[in-house]
């Protein structure tokens, strides 16, 4: 069993600092620091983690979208490990939606994001994948890939408005039918 990480917490400088590319994909360390970043997501029911979360300051995400207790909603995916990812291309459309982050426990916000998007990643075995995401996995991604560069959801919001407390998020738009939202 590898070990759960703890998760830097807004506020902290890791969070802001720009991640450096991997250079060897088969090296030990950054195997280990895959296998903990798993452990992590699934014990603090992430959908996505970056490594900068974790306060490592390398080009590493996880995509992992699956319903769970922070987002009952969410479409199931098996994990993908991205190493190195960039994007390629987005859509023109942006869409707004909920998002939360681990490392800012308490608060959603409605965020833009692109609808559709292009990306390009390496995979654990080292190889490039090129993939087209849509809806709930390419804003996982766009929110992983901003914390690559330093940024927090907090600042792709469009007002201070848009956000509200975990517990109002859960009272307010989780328990409502999607035919009333
Ligand atoms: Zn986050």
Redesign the pocket.
């Known amino acids: 069993m590898t070990e759960t990480l703890q998760i830097s917490q807004l506020g902290d400088p890791a969070l802001r600092q720009i991640a450096l590319p991997i250079d060897n994909v088969h090296d030990e360390e950054v195997k280990r620091l895959i296998d903990s970043l798993m452990t992590t997501l699934v014990s603090s029911n992430g959908v ?3 490594a900068p ?1 974790v306060a490592v300051p390398y080009q590493l995400l996880i995509v992992a979208s699956r319903p769970n207790l922070r987002y009952p909603n969410a479409p199931t995916m098996s994990p993908t490990v991205m190493i190195n990812p960039r994007l390629l291309s987005h859509s023109q459309e942006k869409v707004k939606d909920w998002e939360g ?4 426990p308490g608060i959603r916000g409605l965020v833009p994001r692109y609808r559709a998007i292009a990306v390009e990643y390496t995979t654990l075995d080292g190889t490039i994948q090129q993939q087209t995401l849509t809806d709930f996995v390419a804003r996982i991604f766009q ?2 890939f901003d ?1 690559l560069s330093g940024l ?2 907090l600042d792709r919001i469009e007002s201070t408005q848009d956000l509200v407390t975990e517990q109002e998020y859960l009272k307010r738009i989780v328990s409502t039918p999607a035919d009333l939202k």
């Open positions: 996505g983690i970056a979360q982050c681990l490392s800012i929110h992983e914390h927090v959801f």
